[in-house]
T-cell receptor, first 115, second 114 residues
């Protein structure tokens, strides 16, 4: 069955520190990969996505993610975090299962950035 | 453009009561989804719909029913609420029936079952 694992549940960083959030998925076919972000009190919104082509994708607010097919991973990175990056981050996979596409999310990583 | 609208935003129920959450989207999207968000468990897919008149089960469908009588609406029903259904429920929609869907989320509905 399709699944998504996020290994870091809570991360605390100081401003200007570098960030890497892990995401691994289990699915053998073609996948489409996403990172969504939920800022405090807001609904989820897209941060970045990978469909095909260059495995290094760039999103909003200086975030990027690298798709490594051999490792079934899609880790999120940011060289220097800001206080405003405090949020919960969700990795998601959309893949074709039993003839239809199903969108599955990871458990989320709660990031707190200290000013 | 309203996007995805969920009603109600908050609701408190007693065990055994029933209720319906309404999701409405004005973007002519084909796909609609209901998720629940619980601490430490992320978003789990309850049910989804690939078009008007069709629904399918997600990861955690038990205790819920859904209907998609109109393309713009996706209803989530709880026939007999249980405390385990205390959660924040999110509706989402997407426009393409392919893997490249980007979800548009509603603001969420916080449900407490006493």
């Amino acid at each position: 069955a399709q699944s998504v694992s996020q290994h870091n549940h809570h991360v605390i960083l100081s401003e200007a520190a570098s960030l890497e959030l892990g995401c691994n998925y289990s699915y053998g076919g073609t996948v489409n990969l996403f990172w969504y972000v939920q800022y405090p009190g807001q609904h989820l919104q897209l941060l970045l996505k990978y469909f095909s082509g260059d495995p290094l994708v760039k999103g909003i607010k200086g975030f990027e993610a690298e798709f490594i097919k051999s490792k079934f991973s899609f880790n999120l990175r940011k060289p220097s975090v800001q206080w405003s990056d405090t949020a919960e981050y969700f990795c998601a996979v959309n893949a074709r299962t039993s003839g239809t596409y199903k969108y599955i999310f990871g458990t989320g990583t709660r990031l707190k950035v200290l000013a | 453009n309203a996007g995805v609208t969920q009603t109600p935003k908050f609701r408190v129920l007693k065990t055994g009561q029933s209720m319906t959450l309404l999701c409405a989207q004005d973007m002519n999207h084909e796909y609609m989804y209901w998720y629940r968000q619980d601490p430490g468990m992320g978003l789990r897919l309850i049910h989804y719909s690939v078009g008007e008149g069709t629904t399918a089960k997600g990861e955690v469908p038990d205790g819920y029913n859904v209907s998609r009588l109109k393309k713009q609406n996706f209803l989530l029903g709880l026939e007999s609420a249980a405390p385990s259904q205390t959660s924040v429920y999110f509706c989402a929609s997407s426009s393409r029936s392919s893997g490249a869907n980007v979800l548009t989320f509603g603001a969420g509905s916080r449900l407490t079952v006493l």
